[in-house]
């Protein structure tokens, strides 16, 4: 779940079909024709209307994923993997920060337009950061499962995946997205990749609440480099956290641990979540009806949009699940190697411990907990809840970020 697409459908879909969606002409779907029908609540001719899309959508699929070069579905696909590990075709550019990622340096789209949402752990705090995300995308998840258990205020921008109107000022092709108001001399700072943002924050916590996010920022170059026609984004120091007064509280030992599962979230959980979702055409249906409610696609979309989403998305997702399955190595059963992925990091968690940070949850904990939150209302999760104890670190986790736990016991310079 990598998050799809429209909503990965935003989060999985999104994370998968953006590119394919778009291909499948998916401005018919706001054309006035369909409005039309809409608005006339004339229910036989909008089953009609959507049986007939849904067949030419269907067709479209089986062609798009029957051809070799289908290239717009492969690169979607691709998105959802392992950057790093990714042969590139050519290295375009060594060294940057993010900010220099957007050469153009044009305002962020929140500087003139109104948040999606926004979350207020406490009235009293400034907010000066917007996440720009798919919300059941699973690096989204994560961003927020941070940003929630450390009760720190932030709006969030809910980019359509399809236009990604909102990510236009910006040459990142991917979300998360978090902007920082009122730094530096363009009165903005944009930071890409969930675990750099992760660890550009913590590093700021873990020093000065004040200290520069510039001056942190440059300390987490991005490497950019082109993989066919697929920009790849690579950071290397993203699970370092920067301790800029060179006093390192916690022992080397379990940094190092906290630091490899979290990279072990990125690489390895992240892979078992698509194929999961979508195993079988129901439970494909079943998430994407659960996206849809999360995402509240009832009020952003019209009837059409959504439900188009949900079918074509379903269908999509569950025709790429067995190709992601294959790419990643996954048991012919993918809920044996979900149930495998969850034993290993309550392995890691061990039986003395409540979190792997201990009484509180580290950052591997939030990343563990974040992209699972991405499949919370699937068949999957129901059932690696009934067939493993990862409820038993899953409830409490979610108690600590939910009560924003984090404020009352990390950052004493906060
Ligand atoms: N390594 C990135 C991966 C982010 C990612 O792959 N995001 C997906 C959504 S889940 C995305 O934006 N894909 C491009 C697209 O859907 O257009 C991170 O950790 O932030």
């Not at 799809?4 to 394919?20: D, E, F, I, K």
């Not at 499948?24 to 409005?35: D, G, L, N, P």
């Not at 698509?274 to 979309?301: I, Q």
């Not at 591997?364 to 999760?381: K, N, P, R, T």
Request: proline share 4%; net charge positive.
């Amino acid at each position: 779940m990598a998050a799809p697409g429209l909503a990965c459908v935003r989060s999985l879909y999104l994370t998968h079909c953006n590119s394919l969606l778009r291909t499948f002409t998916f401005r018919h779907v706001h054309s006035s024709a369909f409005r039309d029908v809409n608005k006339s609540k004339n229910l036989n001719k909008y089953l009609l209307s959507n049986l007939t899309f849904g067949s030419v959508g269907i067709f479209s699929i089986y062609v798009a994923v029957k051809l070799k070069h289908a290239r717009t579905v492969h690169a979607s696909v691709e998105s959802l993997g392992n950057e790093q590990n990714k042969p590139c075709a050519k290295l375009d550019v060594s060294s940057k920060t993010s900010k220099s990622l957007s050469s153009a340096k044009a305002n962020p789209w929140h500087f003139d337009n109104l948040p999606s949402k926004q979350i207020r752990h406490d009235k009293e705090k400034p907010v000066n950061l917007t996440l720009y995300q798919y919300v059941t995308c699973p690096f989204c998840c994560k961003v927020r499962a941070y940003l929630d258990y450390y009760g720190i205020n932030y709006n969030i921008v809910e980019v359509d995946s399809i236009k990604r109107t909102q990510t236009k000022w910006t040459s990142y092709s991917k979300v998360p997205i978090l902007v920082c108001d009122g730094v530096g001399p363009d009165g903005f700072l944009e930071m890409n990749d969930s675990s750099m943002i992760i660890s550009l924050l913590q590093s700021q916590r873990l020093g000065n609440a004040d200290a520069d996010l510039n001056k942190l920022l440059s300390f987490y170059p991005v490497i950019v480099s082109k993989s066919g026609r697929k920009t790849v984004y690579e950071y290397p120091n993203k699970y370092f956290l920067m301790y800029q007064d060179g006093a390192v509280d916690r022992e080397m030992a379990e940094l190092r641990e906290e630091r490899e599962w979290r990279s072990w979230v990125d690489n390895n959980l992240v892979h078992v979540l698509s194929p999961n979702a979508y195993r079988t055409l129901s439970e494909s249906f079943e998430s994407f009806h659960w996206f849809s409610e999360a995402g509240d696609w009832e009020k952003s979309m019209t009837s059409f949009s959504r439900y188009t989403c949900i079918y074509l998305g379903a269908l999509v997702m569950w025709a790429i699940g067995g190709r992601l399955k294959r790419r990643y190595g996954l048991e012919d059963d993918v809920r044996q190697s979900l149930y495998k992925s969850v034993n290993e990091w309550l392995e890691g968690v061990g039986p003395s411990r409540k979190f792997m940070g201990g009484d509180n949850p580290n950052l591997a904990d939030l990343a563990v907990y974040g992209v699972m939150s991405a499949i919370e209302g699937c068949q999957a999760f129901k059932d690696l809840s009934d067939n493993t104890n990862f409820m038993e670190w899953y409830t409490p986790m979610k108690k600590a970020v939910q009560g924003s736990e984090g404020l009352s016991h990390v950052a004493p310079s906060r």
